[in-house]
């Protein structure tokens, strides 16, 4: 069975830092780009940052430039979402996705372009 399992989230000062972890099965996780995405009460779900399935490319949405970085390790089908200088508004849950790719380069923005979801893990920043 494909599976993601998410994990890291938790309650952290503004200011402070969190590392999630996603550990994928199931599938060939090298095939796969991946992103991480957050959905905060009452908004859509929005893509935070994706990378490549060489690990080379990444994007990363403006308000997190700086303070978040994304990573992977193929060798442990894990992808990594490092956050510092946390705010109160990236309070949300957070899930991680893979994208099915042939270029081994290119990043997906698109959260339609992602077919496997993690469960989400809830992260909150308080003031």
């Known amino acids: 069975d494909v599976q993601l399992q998410a994990s890291g989230g938790g309650l952290v000062q503004a200011g402070g830092s969190l590392r999630l972890s996603c550990v994928a099965s199931g599938f060939t996780f090298d095939d796969y780009a991946i992103g991480w995405f957050r959905q905060a009460p009452g908004k859509e779900r929005e893509v935070v940052t994706a990378?490549?399935?060489?690990?080379?490319?990444?994007y990363l949405v403006d308000s997190v430039k700086g303070r978040f970085t994304i990573s992977r390790s193929n060798a442990k089908n894990t992808v990594y979402l490092q956050m510092n200088s946390l705010r109160p508004e990236d309070t949300a849950v957070y899930y991680c996705a893979t994208a099915r790719s042939d270029n081994v380069h290119i990043p997906a923005r698109d959260l339609n372009e992602y077919d496997y979801w993690g469960q989400g893990t809830q992260v909150t920043v308080s003031s």
């Open positions: 990378l490549s399935r060489r690990g080379d490319f990444r």
